[in-house]
């Protein structure tokens, strides 16, 4: 991927990105994490959070797919979970990253991943092209 | 009608009793978070966060959620 298309495919992510938060308003933030665990898409303007966010994400993806290996599996395709501030949901892409959201504790949480799946084929399309590139 | 009183009470707080045992041998501490995973081949695994599997997921996302993404 060359410096121009990695800044399009990740121009491209914003925009679906924010398409998402706009469909679901119960999405408070989200990203898109590489299958090499890389922070492609994030709310995050300060590189320093951007870096910690997409580190706990990449720990969290990689727990998912050690559980599903735990279980004979091959890897964890959809991961929800609910804390006391709010949820965290997890939507595997083809290329083995995650598209991920967070939502407030009283959010319509199946909605929100109804709108997540949609948009998973988009995210893989730019992912994808992005590496022909 | 008081003796009947006297038993009820006394049959509260046996309830109570084993309901306090019961919670201080389970650690004390409920599921308030819940982990649900699904698998490529559609199965479904549910985690407590009071297991320590359940704990790390919870802790992690915990921590995303507070600074967001």
């Known amino acids: ?133 | 009608m008081k003796k009947l009183l006297r038993r009820l009470v006394l049959l509260g707080a046996i309830a109570g009793g084993i309901y306090a045992v019961r919670s201080y041998l389970r650690g004390g501490t409920a599921a308030t978070e819940s982990v649900q995973i699904v698998f490529d081949d559609g199965s479904t695994r549910s985690l407590a966060s009071n297991t320590a599997e359940g704990r790390e997921f919870a802790d992690i996302a915990r921590s995303i959620v507070e600074i967001g993404l």
């Open chain 1, 1 to 133: 991927m060359t410096e121009q298309s990695g800044a399009e495919t990740s121009g491209a992510l914003d925009r679906v990105l924010t398409e998402l938060r706009a469909l679901s308003e119960d999405i408070e933030s989200c990203a898109v994490l590489s299958g090499d665990r890389d922070l492609l898409s994030s709310s995050h303007a300060s590189a320093v959070d951007r870096e910690r966010a997409g580190a706990l994400l990449a720990a969290l993806a990689d727990l998912s797919n050690g559980a599903a290996r735990e279980g004979g599996k091959d890897y964890a395709s959809q991961v929800r979970i609910g804390t006391e501030a709010g949820h965290l949901l997890l939507v595997r892409l083809d290329g083995g990253g995650v598209l991920a959201a967070t939502t407030g504790p009283d959010a319509r949480v199946g909605l929100v991943l109804y709108d997540m799946r949609n948009t998973r084929g988009e995210v893989d399309r730019i992912l994808a092209e992005g590496n022909e590139q």
